[in-house]
Every structure is written in C-alpha cells, then in structure tokens.
C-alpha cells in the first residue's frame, strides 16, 4: 500500500529507522549529516521558526544553493505547515520579481550570492517583510536598510523534538516553476503525496537500495533532485552526495571520491560527458546505473565508455504532471503507473490507435498526484486541462501492449514547407557527428510562411567546423526538408539551471540574426 504521509513525517520515520546512518555529504567540501543529525537541526529550525514568525500567509520563499542549510529550512517548513516556494536562483529581473511576488509571502531565505539580483529587484516586492541570511547579515542590513534581517543560525532553538504536520497528505507541500522556456514561468501548486508518490516510484526501476549512494548537482529548485534523487534515496536508507552546480570536470572524480553508485544523467549531461575526452576516472568509480529520458547518445557506446547501465527511456514526468510513466531495466517502453491514466490525442482531442503520435494527455486515479494548478493562473490551469485530461505540450505514442514512448515537445515541433520536423531528430542526427559537442534546433519565421529550422551547435574541444560543412553533413544524415536553413556555431550554449539547452535565449539570438527582409 502506498503511503500517505506529509513529507516533515516521513523523513522523521527515516531518521528513526536509520539514525547514525549517512544521510548527505555535501561536494566538493565533504561536510556531512547522519539522519538523526539532519532531523536535529530540521526540529531546531522548525521550533525557531514557530517561535519567532507569525506568517499571516502560509508561504516562505528559499532562493538559496545547494546546501545543507537548504533541506534543513526545506523540510523545517514541512513540519511547521507552511508551503516553501522554491525559488530558481538562476532567475533575475522580472521573473524573479514575479515568482517571489506569486504568493505574497513576507519572508525569503537566502544568501549573500543572490543580494545583487535581489537588490534590483527590491521595489518589486512589496509584500516582502525581510530575509532570512545564511551570510553576511551585516551586508545584508546595509544593502537592505528597508527589510528585516535575520540571521539563519539564530532561528535554532534548544527544543530538537519532532513536530507532527497537522496537514493532509493532499495539502500544499511546495510551489515549484516550470521552467519557462516555451513562455512564462508557472508555479506548480505541488502536495505532500505528489512528492511521496514521485520517490516511491523511483526505488523499483532503479532497483535502489540502503547500500546506494545518490550523486546529485542539480538545483533543489527542481523535482528532479529533489523528488527523483534525494527522497528516494531517503527511503530506503541510502545517502546523497550533494553539489551545487553541475562541474564536468569535477564530475568522475567527486563520484569515485564519495563512492556514488548511481545518478540522475539529464540528456545534456549525457552529452556533455560523452563529449569530453576520454580520461582514466571514466571508468574509475562504483556507479552501476543511470538514467536518462530521452537518451541522445548511443547507449551501447554510453554503457562501454563508463562502465555502467544506462536505464533507456521510457521514464516520462514533468512538474505539472507528476511522474507519470516508469522506465523498465532494459527496454525503452515505460510502463505507465496505476494512478494514472495517460492517452495519445490528436489535434481535435481524439484518441489516436496504438503506434500512431501524438499529444500527450494525462489525468489521475489518484488525489494530489499531479500539480494540482497553476498559482495565481486560473486561465492557463483551465486551458491545460482541457476536455477533463491535462494536455501536456509533448508528443509521445503507445504500442500495443500499452507501454509509453516518449517522442519530443510540441514546442520543438517545426512546420517546414507542410511537413513536421521534429527538432529532437534534428538534434539527433547532428549529434552523431564526430566534431559537435552540442546542439539545438528552433523554429525561426520562413519569408514565404511557416517556419525554417535554425540550428545551434557547439564544437568538442580542439574541433572547428564551418556553417557550410554542418549543413552538408546535415543533408547526408536527415531528409531534405529537415536541414537546417541556418546554423551558427557557438563558442558556448547558453544552459537552463538543469544543463539544457535555453531555446529561450536562443530564440531571441536568432531572431536577432536572421537576414533582413
């Protein structure tokens, strides 16, 4: 039976099953929490927070790195019932000023890294009664004479004692953001059983256990880490080795040094470790497994160079979702999970046969396993839930047995001259290329109507490739409507948090140099 347990709850039960057991080891610095030290300090906060905030709003914002001091207020809040709205701290201007206003909370948790972005946006934030530093409370208060200041390691108390949630599993755990790179950032309103069902899906498919040891880089901001990697890892008595920021030249070596024995490999991560040159650490280290959906490197070759088991696709989830579909062992069809539902639509909504794709639409068996809205974003809630079924923006198909494809998002979906490029298989194909390090491919308007396809690369270290040779390497790899009108060839990609590709930015990169009329 699945369980139904608010997340302060759950990982209190982990600390009384596991104890003295390792808990998180924090990377590059080796600084480490057992269970029982974790949920110590997770109490004190906890009791400090009750204590010394009288919130007239349920909300706290934590803009903040990765850190021991993050799952400490992440999981106080759990315990105190408030809902953490987890801020991207890679964001700025007005999509900063616009997620920590979302829910008009008064306080925000975070550190002197992010005063600069803060201080721009200051005005902005009218609700905001003050901030909660990890450091430099002195510069905080001369930086933000306006707002109060309160030092993180003066919220704890002497009082270490658990604090049982009073809140339903179904209620409000975390608001967390879409990643905004098809529009505006929304904040997915995320409970406690959404959370709880993500990681105890985790544990089967990728066969986790107390002796596996978790490496994760990417930003707690996120459902990944946060759900994928860390909760999981959590359940079963396992330990996290925790970095802030991916690093693909501390990557094999933090992994052989703190004994990681599986990871999450985002799809550019794949790339980008496939990419480097070969070194002794590829295959100097104890992780026996990985996952990646999709996967855009060949996985026989993945698996040889590393000496490990790529997962193949299948897996399917989103944070409006919820983790939806589960990969198997070795066979890239997922297996959608019980509490859910998920059909292949058409343009006109309907239900489309078995190999055929098309959009992906899910809903639930279940409550509180899918986002439940979009804050403050009544009209885009309704408009993603139409005809009773969540209409994802992916494209994906089914076989005959029922088992679930992911294919690529409707966004990257390109229509040249009447046909539908996908920009994934576009990606695809450049990235067999022996020279290319990295590639991305947008739609950018066609003169005579419809759109073209403009790629993005950037070359391995020590390559040099011209426009022209790429675009004739492209039409000996991809029918001829799908090569790329335009290419240029970067020195960097500019990346989400995440490691992707941002199609946001590049859009605009695009746009910018597209010929005159």
Same mark, same amino acid.
């Given at each position: 039976m699945a369980q139904r347990i608010t997340l302060g709850d759950l990982?209190?039960?982990?600390?009384?099953?596991?104890?003295?057991?390792?808990?998180?080891?924090?990377?590059?610095?080796?600084?480490?929490?057992?269970?029982?030290?974790?949920?110590?300090?997770?109490?004190q906060f906890?009791?400090?927070?009750?204590?010394?905030?009288?919130?007239?709003?349920?909300?706290?914002a934590m803009m903040l790195e990765n850190s021991i001091a993050y799952l400490t207020a992440s999981?106080?809040?759990?315990?105190?019932? $408030?809902?953490?709205?987890? $801020?991207?701290?890679?964001?700025?201007?007005p999509s900063l000023a616009r997620m920590i206003?979302?829910?008009?909370?008064? !306080?925000?948790?975070?550190?002197?890294?992010?005063f600069d972005a803060l201080y721009d946006i200051?005005?902005?934030?009218?609700?905001l009664k003050g901030l909660i530093v990890t450091d430099d409370k002195e510069g905080a208060q001369q930086r933000f004479p306006h707002w109060q200041i309160v030092a993180f390691g003066d919220i704890f108390a002497e009082d270490d004692s658990h604090i049982a949630s009073q809140a339903k599993d179904t209620d409000t755990a975390v608001i967390m953001f879409t990643s905004g790179t098809t529009g505006i950032s929304k904040g997915c309103v995320l409970s406690h059983r959404y959370a709880v069902r993500t990681a105890e899906n985790m544990i089967a498919p990728y066969r986790l256990t107390s002796d596996d040891i978790n490496y994760t880089p990417y930003p707690l901001s996120h459902i990944g880490p946060a759900f994928y990697d860390i909760l999981p890892s959590w359940m079963v008595g396992g330990s996290v080795i925790l970095r802030d920021g991916f690093s693909l030249s501390n990557f094999w070596p933090e992994i052989t040094k703190f004994g990681a024995t599986w990871f999450m490999c985002l799809g550019s991560v794949q790339q980008l470790l496939y990419a480097? @040159?070969?070194? @002794?650490?590829?295959?100097?280290?104890?992780?026996?497994?990985? !996952?990646?959906t999709p996967a855009p490197v060949p996985k026989e070759a993945f698996d040889k160079r590393f000496g490990l088991h790529l997962i193949p696709g299948g897996g399917y989830g989103s944070t409006d979702a919820g983790w939806v579909v589960v990969p198997q062992w070795d066979h890239p069809g997922g297996i959608v999970l019980p509490h859910f539902e998920v059909a292949i639509m058409d343009e006109n909504d309907d239900i489309v046969p078995a190999g055929q794709q098309g959009e992906v639409v899910i809903r639930p068996r279940e409550a509180g396993v899918m986002s439940d809205e979009y804050f403050g974003m009544e009209a885009k809630t309704l408009e993603s839930r139409r005809n009773l079924w969540f209409?994802?923006?992916?494209?994906g198909w089914m076989d005959e047995e029922g088992l679930f494809y992911f294919s690529c998002r409707m966004a990257e979906r390109i229509r040249v001259r009447g046909e539908m490029v996908s920009g994934y298989e576009v990606e695809e194909a450049v990235l067999l290329h022996a020279d290319i390090e990295d590639a991305a491919a947008i739609a950018v308007p066609a003169p005579l109507g419809e759109e073209d396809v403009y790629l993005f690369i950037t070359c391995r270290p020590g390559a040099s490739l011209s426009e022209e040779e790429v675009i004739s390497y492209c039409r000996g790899v991809m029918a001829k409507f799908m090569v790329p009108k335009y290419v240029t060839i970067l020195d960097e990609m500019p990346r989400t948090p995440t490691g992707k590709p941002e199609k946001g930015k590049l859009k605009e990169m695009a746009l910018a140099l597209l010929p005159a009329a």
């Open positions: 990982f209190h039960d982990c600390a009384s099953r596991f104890g003295d057991k390792l808990c998180v080891t924090m990377a590059p610095s080796g600084e480490q929490r057992s269970y029982a030290a974790l949920e110590r300090e997770i109490n906890a009791h400090g927070l009750r204590a010394q905030f009288n919130l007239s709003v349920p909300y706290m999981y106080a809040l759990k315990k105190c019932d $408030i809902v953490e709205v987890a $801020i991207n701290r890679a964001f700025r201007g206003a979302l829910t008009e909370c008064e !306080w925000l948790i975070t550190s002197a890294a992010h200051a005005s902005e934030l009218p609700h480097a @040159p070969p070194r @002794p650490e590829d295959t100097q280290h104890k992780v026996t497994r990985c !996952w990646s209409h994802t923006g992916d494209i």
